[in-house]
């Protein structure tokens, strides 16, 4: 602007990113976290029909499938759990140390795999487990 020119305001305007017809994403149904939904090859949960009678069967441990059926991760199924910051850290710690003494390193060792071995441990031991409490249960197990 110049001395005689009024100043000009110059004021953003802001479009909406989305073109067309919007249409509110289906709500997800809700999955009680002690049972995982089942699966279908799409990816996507399946959901029992109303009347059903398909029941989950119990899987046992399986050994790790062959690498022509795609990469190890992709062959699991997630689950989430949430573990106590010295859980984490002392696990980090031990999967640090047994990857340093690793003579063979064809497979990765992560934390995961840790754990699952601590959960084929515990289910190992699933007759001896009892108790009501987190506590309780622990010592069931324990030496």
């Given at each position: 602007p110049?001395?005689?020119?009024p100043l000009?305001?110059?004021?953003p305007a ?8 919007t ?12 049972v995982s939904?089942?699966?279908t ?6 959901q029992?029909?109303?009347g059903s ?17 795609g990469?190890r ?18 696990l ?9 003494r690793?003579a063979?390193r064809d497979e ?5 795999t ?6 084929d ?15 309780e ?7």
């Amino acid at each position: 602007p110049t001395a005689t020119s009024p100043l000009v305001r110059l004021v953003p305007a802001i479009e909406s990113p989305i073109v067309g017809e919007t249409r509110p994403e289906p709500a997800t149904p809700a999955v009680p976290d002690s049972v995982s939904p089942l699966v279908t090859e799409s990816g996507t949960p399946e959901q029992p029909k109303s009347g059903s009678t398909a029941v989950r069967k119990r899987r046992t441990p399986q050994p790790p499938e062959s690498d022509s059926d795609g990469p190890r991760y992709l062959q699991l199924v997630r689950k989430e759990a949430r573990l106590r910051t010295d859980q984490v850290d002392a696990l980090a710690q031990l999967r640090r140390r047994l990857s340093r003494r690793r003579a063979n390193r064809d497979e990765v060792l992560t934390d995961n795999t840790l754990i699952r071995i601590a959960v084929d441990l515990l289910l190992g031991q699933a007759d001896r487990l009892h108790g009501d409490t987190e506590s309780e249960l622990r010592r069931s197990v324990s030496p």
